[in-house]
């Protein structure tokens, strides 16, 4: 458990809750409802581990800009996601995001329906559907269909002159309650979000996922590129259960709207 | 020829012969279900292999289409009509094109000629796709595979081979050409406005047999390279009988839109092993990097667009 401050006590219309603060900013104080020891009550799998079996999206504005904003015509405005609110660029990687910035419009591959990747594919704000089995987990992502398997089989990633992924090579394990995913084997052609924050092949991410409660997933990713930044660094958003009535993961293959209008129904006649 | 045997379900073709390919060595028993005319047709019956915890019999795994690939739908083996290079092309390698009696049957198994029974219109759309597949002269001649686009029902089934996952109450097809998720808790299809590639699909087991609704097919993707096409009205029945490393898709499609009846669509496949080999067709996997275990397969992420820009160009040009 990490430490956090219990900065106050009240009681709502009944119910208990407890305001805490973190004590260093990267502590996650989420950690304080869960006592040492205590089983979180989350969905669990017949081998004992959390089962994330369903659908889920971050309702974050972390898609369009994961640093700090004020509100601008293509973005509503953000708190930021990134522990220290900076991305540490290494200054001509700044440059680059700059102008990364500034052709947005233009550049960013979602526009063309590319596979977002990872971690972006996780709070792009449309929902993914988790399916889960004790050898792995299956990201099924609304946005252009895209599948992801989280292998927990104790397999390593590909040796070798590896092929280079959309969505990365996911190796995860248990540590408790937390499934842990090592993500290699990038390629540099995806965004870290809509405002041209961006990634090299030499990507590696870290993610932790872990429950809050049932309805809640704190997902956190740790971006390591040393072509890139000049240090590793973190983010971190809450996902959230869909529960709205007959939700369902419907096929988003976006990227045949430039061209599907060629595939009319034939119809009778010339 | 096609005759159905005396339940009126088992596709008992006349060339072909039913038969154990486990006895024969992999690559030539791979060669063998391409090419020639053996396959293992499983009858609709008990399960008796090994079952989930939710009770679903246990059929996860990389499949294959057993004959042949979507070049020709109702001609599996024929290669396609009006290629240039005289069937010295069909599908991966030079081959010559049997006689059609020395070839796999029909993927229509009923009615017995083999054809699906389109209305004159609707056949003559087909002909006219088919007539221009070599030289598309406009957008709607180009398959809409060749963009990466969706390959829809049942054209997915006899294109890559494919992986099944089930989850409780859930049985999921990872394509090449996209996904099927079908749920299996009897909720109803989405609503009819709502139109997709690969439709929406809703099952239930009845002994082997996995029984699925499909509904909700926007009737883009086409059955094959010859032009054959459902419309927006499509209702599609699939029941896929599972065997031991076997099984039989049987489909009813009904559309009075444009057909004159319902038909029947039969498919063989077969599961992939670490036995087969990896030919970039059936067994696109990758050998598991798990030092101090057993060799096993996994599948890598199949994403197809992002690589494709010379189609995905043609798109955006805008053809006339």
Known sequence: MKACRIIGRGGVGGAAFVLVAALAANVGCADAVAKPNQRLDVPRTKEGRPDLTGIWQSISTADFDLEPHSTRKDAPPGAGVVEGDVIPYKPESLKKKQENFAARDKLDPRLQCFTLGVPRDNYYPEPFQILQRPRDLTLIYEFGNSVRTIHTNATLHPEGDNPEFWLGDSRGHWEGDTLVVDVTDFTDKTWLDRSGNFHSDALHVIERWRFLDKDHIEYSATLEDSKVFTRPWKLSVVLYRLKDRNIQLIENYCYTLDYDRYYPLPKEGP | ?320
């Open chain 2, 1 to 320: 020829m096609i005759r159905p045997n005396s339940i009126g379900r088992v596709w008992l073709p006349a060339v072909m012969i039913v038969a154990i390919l486990t006895a024969l060595p992999a690559a030539q028993a791979d060669a063998q279900m391409r090419w020639s005319s053996v396959v293992t047709i499983v009858p609709e019956g008990q399960w008796k292999g090994a079952r989930l915890a939710d009770g679903q019999p246990d059929i996860q795994g990389v499949w294959s289409n057993d004959i042949a690939n979507h070049d020709n739908f109702t001609d599996p083996q024929g290669g396609i009509p009006g290629d240039p290079s005289k069937g010295l092309n069909v599908a991966n390698g030079a081959r010559k094109v049997k006689p059609r009696s020395e070839r796999a049957p029909s993927r229509v198994s009923d009615p017995e000629d083999g054809q699906v029974p389109f209305q004159p219109w609707a056949r003559a759309k087909q002909q006219e796709l088919l007539a221009n597949f070599f030289n598309p002269t406009r957008p709607e001649y180009i398959e809409p595979g060749a963009h990466c686009a969706p390959a829809g029902v049942p054209k997915a089934l006899y294109w890559h081979g494919y992986e099944i996952r089930q989850f409780p109450g859930v049985v999921l097809f990872l394509f090449n050409g996209g996904t099927r998720i079908i749920y299996l808790d009897g909720r109803p299809h989405l609503p009819e406005t709502i139109k997709l590639w690969n439709a929406d699909s809703r099952g239930h087991w009845e002994g082997n047999t996995l029984v699925v609704d499909v509904a909700n097919n926007n009737a883009k993707a086409r059955f094959g390279r010859t032009g054959e096409f459902a419309s927006e009205n499509v209702h599609i029945v699939e029941r896929y009988a599972f065997g031991e490393g076997h099984y039989t898709y049987r489909a009813v499609f009904t559309d009075p839109t444009v057909y004159t009846r319902p038909f029947t669509v039969t498919i063989p496949a077969h599961l992939i092993t670490e036995k087969d080999p990896q030919d970039g067709w059936h067994n696109e996997q990758e050998w598991a990097n798990a030092p101090g275990k057993a060799p096993f397969f996994e599948n890598y992420e199949r994403i197809c667009v992002e690589n494709n820009h010379g189609h995905g160009a043609l798109a955006a040009a805008g053809a006339p």
